[in-house]
T-cell receptor, first 116, second 116 residues
Framework: NAGVMQNPRHLVRRRGQEARLRCSPMKGHSHVYWYRQLPEEGLKFMVYLQKENIIDESGMPKERFSAEFPKEGPSILRIQQVVRGDSAAYFC??????????????FGQGTRLTVV | AQKVTQAQTEISVVEKEDVTLDCVYETRDTTYYLFWYKQPPSGELVFLIRRNSFDEQNEISGRYSWNFQKSTSSFNFTITASQVVDSAVYFCALSELSTNAGKSTFGDGTTLTVKP
């Protein structure tokens, strides 16, 4: 009965490196959301994906950030050429679906990215 | 556009005091969901409650209670007889059905410190 699993929990990258954050949704969930929490701030929506499709990426920075949710395997949030400002906690959430029958989105424990 | 305001940035109380965390929201939708989450110092996000816009009944769960008032667009959270373990950052969040019920807008959080 595993919940949303994110790994790694902590990730340290040097400026200019790539960061890959993984999110395995709850069993049976096909909708994934990524959020970013900058220090001392609330969570900000980044992107919403269904299997093999990006549905809403209105919160994604235009450059260096990308996300995917392949047919098999976890969702990946990829940050290329990281900068210090990318240091944050990245949370993933999953849900069964959307619409009136949607239950709440379940959050993972987050990945804390530190760029040095 | 949806917006969540948590006007109280920080609150400090002494153990056993009651404390109320305020949340005011803005939305044009008639169908929406409101949430409260707790983020302890360890950093994970703990789901506390979800309330849909059609259910204005107040809810009590142990020492926690929630007061939802559509007339004032508020969804306040009260902790009765606070304990040191209640020290955390508390987030209020809103999801609109029309945009995407799984996509939430978070307030900036209220940091609660309960002193022994």
């Amino acid at each position: 009965n595993a919940g949303v699993m994110q790994n790694p929990r902590h990730l340290v990258r040097r400026r200019g490196q790539e960061a890959r954050l993984r999110c395995s949704p709850m069993k049976g969930h096909s909708h994934v959301y990524w959020y970013r929490q900058l220090p001392e701030e609330g969570l900000k929506f980044m992107v919403y994906l269904q299997k093999e499709n990006i549905i809403d990426e209105s919160g994604m920075p235009k450059e260096r950030f990308s996300a995917e949710f392949p047919k098999e395997g976890p969702s990946i949030l990829r940050i290329q050429q990281v900068v210090r400002g990318d240091s944050a906690a990245y949370f993933c959430a999953s849900s069964l679906g959307q619409g009136v029958f949607l239950t709440e989105a379940f959050f993972g424990q987050g990945t804390r990215l530190t760029v040095v | 556009a949806q917006k969540v305001t948590q006007a109280q940035t920080e609150i400090s109380v002494v153990e056993k005091e009651d404390v109320t965390l305020d949340c005011v929201y803005e939305t044009r939708d008639t169908t929406y969901y409101l949430f409260w989450y707790k983020q302890p110092p360890s950093g994970e996000l703990v789901f506390l409650i979800r309330r849909n816009s059609f259910d204005e009944q107040n809810e009590i769960s142990g020492r926690y209670s929630w007061n939802f008032q559509k007339s004032t667009s508020s969804f306040n959270f009260t902790i009765t007889a606070s304990q040191v373990v209640d020290s955390a950052v508390y987030f209020c969040a809103l999801s609109e059905l029309s945009t995407n019920a799984g996509k939430s807008t978070f307030g900036d959080g209220t940091t609660l410190t309960v002193k022994p």
